[in-house]
């Protein structure tokens, strides 16, 4: 029995999203990688600003010990405020990008009326269900935006038709608003709520990698002449510069490049998603609405509120979804149906079983003759279903002091003779019997 027990709709959530603090928090279900990503940019910010202070606290010894004479350095407070204030807010960003509800649509409970799926034109030939009138769905329909028709589908795990833009996540079992892409570093998809935080955080992380690239670099130089003027002794000297340095390089190929692509996105106001399948390569984007406006639509406006209020309260038996899902179900009432029309009969609306007219006026006597019960308690292996084969008699006829018969086959047969007589059969006068 189903218990009616109240509980907060994080708690009954159907997705594969992890909730912290009492649902404040939503992450995705991978959401370790979100601590991989953070070792990833604090291990080589931090080791950058312990050089730095390592770098000023040898500057004040020497000043100490020499009065009077001040030895120039490059690495000093500034570069570590501000080499601390990129790093920090590069974390902010990403904890931000990945704990936040990307854009999730919550989910309905039964399938839209066929009524209200054909409030939009269609022009989809695809149908949810094919056979029975009353469960006609299209897959897709067609929506006007900015003056340009728009095709939505479907989604058979949310029982909705998606809003524009948005497409259902398998990662997160979810669909979201805008879909940008399930990024794996953060942990979370990317939709129309997080997508500020996340070119943020790229674009701060390309940031931190060429301020961390650079003053690595100007340190290496800059000591150079302690170590004789030589560049290889400056390099195995400074150590920890030199793996900042490879560090960084290699990173910012990858940070950068994804900045520079999302710069592309925003400008012409697509989603990774919609680039990826050429969404809009033969016809016209009906989001794009000049550079300056694009970004202005990022940033320049308001983050929309949630669809979904995490922690109020809810009845289970209220958010709790079929086991089988509408394709499914649907699917197994076509199939009966298919097999009812196979058969030759009506589904009864009484749910009763009713015998097929193809197997209402069959012999069934000759099947209890079939079943033969050995001395023993075997029984032999029959076909229960198989009708006995009923074989024409054989019809003895004196015909001309010649003994004739007519054979199962229809042939008028002279059993002493050996031949077969009345070439021309429909002379005989036993042919009216093979009629």
């Not at 709520?193 to 992380?205: A, D, K, M, T, W």
Request: include cysteine; proline fraction near 6%; hydrophobic fraction near 40%.
């Amino acid at each position: 029995m189903a218990t009616s027990k109240p509980k907060r709709l994080y708690q009954a959530w159907k997705g594969s999203n992890r909730f912290f603090c009492g649902g404040r928090l939503i992450f995705g279900p991978d959401v370790a990688s979100v601590f991989l990503s953070t070792l990833l940019i604090a291990g080589p910010s931090f080791a950058f600003c312990f050089q730095v202070i390592e770098k000023i606290h040898k500057h004040e010894m020497h000043e100490s010990k020499h009065v009077g004479f001040s030895r120039h350095h490059t690495l000093g407070f500034p570069v570590l405020i501000v080499g601390l204030f990129i790093s920090i807010a590069d974390l902010v960003f990403l904890f931000l990008t990945s704990g936040t509800d990307p854009g999730i649509v919550p989910r309905n409970k039964q399938p839209p009326e066929p009524d209200e799926a054909f409030d939009a034109t269609s022009s989809s030939m695809e149908w949810i269900s094919g056979a029975l009138p009353n469960l006609k769905l299209p897959r897709t329909k067609d929506v006007l935006v900015n003056g340009l028709m728009v095709k939505v589908k479907y989604c058979d795990t949310c029982l909705l038709y998606r809003p524009p833009r948005a497409s259902h996540c398998s990662i997160c079992n979810n669909c979201v608003q805008k879909f940008d892409h399930h990024c794996p570093w953060v942990g979370q998809c990317i939709g129309v709520r997080n997508y500020p935080f996340f070119f943020l955080f790229i674009s701060l992380s390309t940031i931190l990698c060429v301020y961390v690239f650079t003053f690595s670099w100007i340190n290496v130089i800059y000591e150079k002449k302690y170590y004789g003027n030589s560049l290889w002794e400056s390099m195995k000297g400074e150590v920890l510069s030199l793996v900042l340095i490879v560090y960084t390089f290699i990173s910012v190929w990858f940070v950068g490049g994804l900045t520079v692509f999302h710069i592309y996105l925003i400008s012409t106001n697509q989603t990774t998603y919609e680039n990826f399948r050429y969404q809009y390569d033969k016809k016209e984007n009906p989001y794009n609405k000049g550079i300056l406006k694009n970004f202005g639509a990022v940033y320049c406006s308001k983050i929309p509120p949630s669809l979904n209020n995490f922690r109020s309260w809810v009845i289970e038996e209220e958010v709790k979804v079929k086991s089988m899902t509408s394709k499914q179900s649907i699917e197994t009432i076509l199939q009966k149906e298919i097999v009812d029309l196979e058969m030759g009969r009506k589904p009864d609306p009484d749910g009763n079983v009713s015998i097929p007219n193809l197997l209402r006026n069959l012999d069934y006597s000759e099947i209890n003759d079939n079943l033969k019960v050995n001395d023993g308690n075997e029984v032999e292996a029959v076909v229960p279903f198989t009708f006995p084969i009923i074989e024409l008699p054989v019809i003895h006829v004196p015909i001309d002091s010649n003994q004739c018969c007519l054979a199962s086959d229809g042939r008028v047969v002279d059993e002493n003779a050996g031949e077969v007589h009345f070439p021309n059969q429909s002379l005989h006068p036993l042919h009216a019997l093979r009629k």
